[in-house]
């Protein structure tokens, strides 16, 4: 997908991590302080499924009404049955990932041109690196997090077990792939000072 020329001066700082790593911190502290666009990947996938989009029709005819929230007036997709589903099942993952990848990239492009004017442009992107949109970033920060701290974290969050929770983190790109792969590394270890100041740095 090419990137339209109109914005090619623009900085465009792709935010990844592995899940529970605590990107949602980190973004909530960049909405807060610095006066710049904020587009979500996630945000995004929730308004593609949402009824009477095509996203929302593909998904029914692929799962079937199974799919549907029974106690949604507006029929909507039940979205922890769905993300239960992908996590449990390849070829599912797959197939849902084909759908809504490309449909999320192009909403982020439409939203850097909206932007156009801003000289700066946050993408919070959690599968940046294994839904491939590097080429929509001019610069990439990943949030590094032990993977223990992940793990708590997120059998708190989703109350679910250890064992659900390790098969999601491995579900993902390796944190030393994505070093390779990344410009700016922010800490959210245990000091969240650290990663403040960088960004304080930096933008």
């Not at 308004?47 to 005819?61: S, W």
């Not at 439409?110 to 590097?134: H, M, R």
């Not at 970033?137 to 993977?147: D, R, Y």
Request: charged residues 30%; aromatic residues 6%; glycine residues 4%.
């Amino acid at each position: 997908m090419i990137i339209p020329k109109l914005i090619h001066n623009q900085r465009r700082i792709g935010l990844t991590g592995g899940i529970a790593s605590g990107k949602s911190i980190i973004t909530n502290y960049i909405r807060k302080n610095k006066r710049i666009p904020i587009l979500d990947a996630d945000n995004l996938s929730k308004e593609l499924i949402k009824p009477k989009t095509i996203g929302y029709n593909k998904i029914l005819d692929y799962f079937g009404n199974q799919i549907i929230d029974k106690y949604s007036s507006e029929k909507e997709i039940n979205r922890n049955l769905l993300k239960k589903i992908i996590f449990e099942d390849a070829k599912h993952r797959k197939w849902i990932q084909k759908l809504l990848h490309p449909l999320i990239k192009e909403k982020m492009i439409e939203g850097c041109i909206q932007y156009k004017d801003n000289q700066i442009i946050l993408l919070v992107i959690p599968l940046l690196f294994e839904a491939k949109f590097e080429d929509i970033c001019t610069e990439i920060w990943l949030v590094k997090c032990p993977e223990e701290v992940q793990k708590k974290r997120l059998i708190k969050r989703d109350n679910i077990s250890e064992k659900e929770a390790l098969n999601i983190i491995n579900l993902q790109l390796n944190f030393e792939e994505k070093t390779k792969l990344s410009n700016v590394i922010l800490d959210n270890s245990d000091n969240q000072n650290e990663w403040i100041h960088k960004i304080r740095e930096l933008i």
